[in-house]
């Protein structure tokens, strides 16, 4: 599914580039340090004679755009930018309104390309930019935050927010290209960072045991940025995303449904703090992993000791692991309950998780009783 052009260790090679394989729509991930000032020669290869507008946000625009533009510049593909207000709000239908008209003022043609310059958010909202203008223009990725080099960017997944939830207006549509420079996370929050390293670990929690172990030994390597482990991580992360978007690009057959490991009660917990810094994107699915294998430990699904390494290791990085790490006042088993009930994996109105054999042998449970998940979150909420 998946070709790798560099098979040798992240340190001999300037970059890695990494293929999803997806047909007539595969595209290549370069993973390598220093890429943003390169961007403009990456783009003319993948994408020749398409000029680009730049889509980022306030914070990413005042560290790191310079580069990107002289970049763009030089390579003479350089159309403009918009810049969008940080957090997600701007995933929104009146920011898409004000993006779309800015990207056509910009001279955005059907040949040419949207840069998505940023995290999660701007990845989000301008790929679907990119999807519905014009009826579909070029979207080149290139993510600055942890979280957006090692999931959000791969996979083609756009869209934004409404009132009744996350994500609920996109599309799938298919970037020509991802640049993951390394040397951008250097300014991430500490907490931002953290929030990534959680999708990193799932990666290792859902299917590689190997790589798991290997972050409980390195993991402060790749948070300072030391040898090649950052580089490692964002790898192998970005070779497993790629290989369940490859066998299941649309959430068909079901293998991408184990990339939702952590995330229904992660969901359930973001919607209950509103979507604020309460608790940001990847604490609650740190805690939703938690949950996942201590749930499966109690169902004699998972070894005990394999739900304390997960709650061990998160600890030990900082991030949280318990509902009670909320901020602020903390949701009662039922208004929980009732936010699960939301998730798009609910089938016929019953609850669909993600449940563990051990680390790194993540499966998906149709079958919940509803009994033993209320019991679960009854002793779960009260804070253990
Ligand atoms: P984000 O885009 O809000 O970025 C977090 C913060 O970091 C922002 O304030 C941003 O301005 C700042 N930032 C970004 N890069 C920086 C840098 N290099 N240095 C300093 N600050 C920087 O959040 P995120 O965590 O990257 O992404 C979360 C979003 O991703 C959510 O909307 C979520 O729904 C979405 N998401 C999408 C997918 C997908 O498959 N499409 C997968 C996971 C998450």
């Given amino acids: 599914m998946i070709r790798d052009s560099a098979s040798s260790s992240a340190e001999d090679e300037p970059e890695t580039t990494i293929t999803v394989a997806l047909g007539e729509r595969s595209y290549p991930i370069v993973i390598g340090e220093d890429l943003i000032s390169a961007t403009g020669r990456w ?9 680009c507008a730049i889509v980022s946000d306030k914070t990413v625009a005042a560290l790191h755009l310079a580069p990107l533009k002289a970049s763009l510049d030089e390579a003479k593909l350089y159309l403009g930018e918009a810049i969008v207000t940080p957090g997600e709000a701007s995933k929104s239908f009146p920011v898409l309104a004000t993006l779309s008209e800015r990207l056509l003022e910009l001279g955005v043609e059907r040949g040419d390309c949207v840069v998505a310059f940023g995290g999660g958010v701007v990845g989000d909202l301008a790929g679907f930019a990119a999807s519905i203008l014009r009826r579909g223009v070029r979207l080149v990725q290139i993510p600055t935050t942890l979280l957006a080099q090692v999931d959000s960017s791969v996979g083609g997944k756009t869209g934004i927010d409404m009132p009744q939830g996350k994500n609920l207006i996109g599309a799938f549509y298919q970037p020509a290209l991802v640049l993951a420079d390394t040397n951008v996370l250097d300014t991430l929050t500490p907490r931002d960072f953290r929030c990534g390293y959680a999708e990193v670990a799932k990666y290792g929690l859902l299917g590689d045991a190997e790589f798991f172990a290997w972050l409980e030994q390195d ?9 090649g482990a950052r580089r490692r991580a964002i790898e192998t ?15 068909e057959s079901g293998a991408r449904a184990l990339l939702n490991l952590g995330h229904t009660f992660g969901h359930a917990l973001e919607a209950y703090a509103g979507y604020s810094d309460r608790l940001l994107h990847g604490e609650a699915i740190a805690i939703g992993m938690r949950l996942a294998f201590t749930f499966s430990f109690e169902q004699g699904l998972c070894p005990a000791d394999d739900a304390a390494r997960v709650k061990r290791h998160f600890e030990a990085v900082g991030l949280p ?24 994996k609910v089938k016929g109105g019953k609850l669909v998780l993600i449940l563990v054999r051990g680390v790194g042998a993540a499966f998906v449970e149709p079958d919940i009783d509803p009994a033993r998940l209320t019991q679960f979150l009854e002793k779960e909420c009260k804070g253990r």
């Fill in 43 to 51: 783009i003319s290869a993948t994408v020749p004679n398409a000029r």
């Fill in 219 to 227: 993991w402060s390597d790749i948070f300072t940025g030391l040898g």
């Fill in 237 to 251: 992360s970005c070779r497993a995303k790629g290989a369940v978007v490859a066998e299941d690009e649309r959430e």
């Fill in 321 to 344: 692991t318990k509902i009670a790490d909320l901020l602020g006042e903390i949701p009662t088993a039922e208004q929980l309950l009732r936010l699960m009930a939301q998730d798009k």
